[in-house]
């Protein structure tokens, strides 16, 4: 369980269209809502998510156009990037043509 935000919310989103978690849900709560993720597992109960690095920091943000877009172990894992289309894989992103903000790597 982690406070819930938009950011947050579209990480998430991406870790599950990735296939890096089961599941997302938000949970109402009080004072703040929460998001519960379903971490997923390998068949011999390794886990999918190996790290997880922060890239661009509060005091430091990192920008990078589409072409400079990281690829992560060479293509094995990916980045997260927050575009003006919404928070995108660095697959998604390529795809549609935007960078932006390079929030972390995953693999």
Not at 10 to 22: C, D, N, P, S
Request: net charge positive; glycine share 10%.
């Amino acid at each position: 369980d982690i406070p819930a935000s938009n950011e947050k919310i579209g990480i998430a989103q991406v870790l599950h269209r990735e296939g890096y978690i089961w599941d997302f849900e938000i949970v109402e709560q009080q004072p703040r809502n929460v998001i519960r993720i379903n971490l997923k597992y390998g068949p011999n109960g390794e886990r999918i998510i190996q790290e997880i690095k922060r890239i661009s920091k509060p005091g430091c943000r990192i920008y990078k156009k589409t072409s400079q877009l990281p690829v992560v172990l060479q293509g094995m894992g990916i980045s997260i990037v927050s575009t003006s289309h919404g928070i995108l894989s660095n697959r998604e992103a390529k795809t549609k043509g935007v960078g932006g903000e390079v929030l972390c790597t995953i693999w």
